[in-house]
């Protein structure tokens, strides 16, 4: 075998740009420990009442985004089901790596009727790289339920649907049905706890802007408003070194900086150790579909929890029922997701004898979080594989290993 390099992926990788200008002068009227960084965040700043406020968010924000939206092919127009489409994929995930995915979607799957009744695993190929597989589930679920009794209008509506929550019933209601719906997601939070200078527990702001937010919206554009507070925290009022300099908030915001929203925590990822085997007969490979849990609906390898080293792996083969076979390449590799790492380590194995029929021997147990056993394995060819198999970035690297 040769010696094993480390790569990592990660599952919805980050939403925001990093590359900012920096303004950091901060404004006069800041009491001076506020300048000073972000220690004594709670005491530095004075929680304010927000409506007050607000009101005026309409008149700056509505030319400046009429001036500064970006071109993105969702924006073309506000067809409810392109706006429900691009909200969804957008979850957690960049712009740049939606905008492709997005019109390739939109080809296959035009409207609403064609997602209801596309199979699963053209579902899965089309969502294939965007990570969190259950929101295309979720995606298909409720398009089965539009096409029956037709698209809602309103938010109270358009959260009884799956995958629907407050954020996207908002930015849904009011950018494609013009209702002054608010969409409130972690963009517009770092925008109004910094204007406001809003010093309240980061996890009640949410709840609380969307109701603060929604008597403030204007009688026309109401889609617009909505997108100009998320493009205002996507592009300018940036997580660390908002540029202040372009904002149109700059003249009523009371922090001018990023002392605010206070930074959570974020909680511990499990570790899990695996690993992979990418079994190889003649021309073909051997993977299996996902049926439960993480990464439901796509396609793998055989993975087992035990972390099998070199040496160990001839006496599993072995007892497993495998007589012929010879190892390839290994490589080790960590994927991220949003609440556990994967630390696998790879090997190829060569064989011609039918790697479903083995049988797992005692004391080794596969990945309960949703692969399956031997059993569950067929052999593909690669370029199958490739080009029509939805194979997750968490399994996709490992295609190299057998090229
Ligand atoms: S709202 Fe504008 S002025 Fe205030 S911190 Fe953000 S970018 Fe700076």
Redesign the pocket.
Known sequence: MQAMKQKTTKTAPETLLSSARTDKTPPEDLPSSAQNGSGAIQSAFRAVPAKKDLTILPALLLPWYGKNRRVLPWRENTDPYRVWISEIMLQQTRVEAVKEKYLQFLTALPNVFALADCSEDTLMKLWEGLGYYSRARNLQKAARMIAQNGFPETAEELKKLPGIGDYTAGAIASIAFEQAAPAVDGNVVR?LS??LADTRDAATLKTAFQQELAPVYPPKKRGDFTQSLME?GAT??LPSS???GR?P??KI?K???DALPAKREKPQKRQIKAAVLLFRSGGGIWLCKRINGLLKGTYGFFFTQNPLQKDQLSDFLSRAGLQNFSFGKSEKHRHVFSHVEWDMTAYVVDTEENVSALSLPDGYFVDNEGATDFSALRLFSVQEAVSSLSVPSAFRWCLDLLL
Do not use: D, E, S
């Open positions: 925008v910094r204007v205002l300018v009022c908002p540029l202040c904002c908030l700059q915001c922090t001018r900086g």
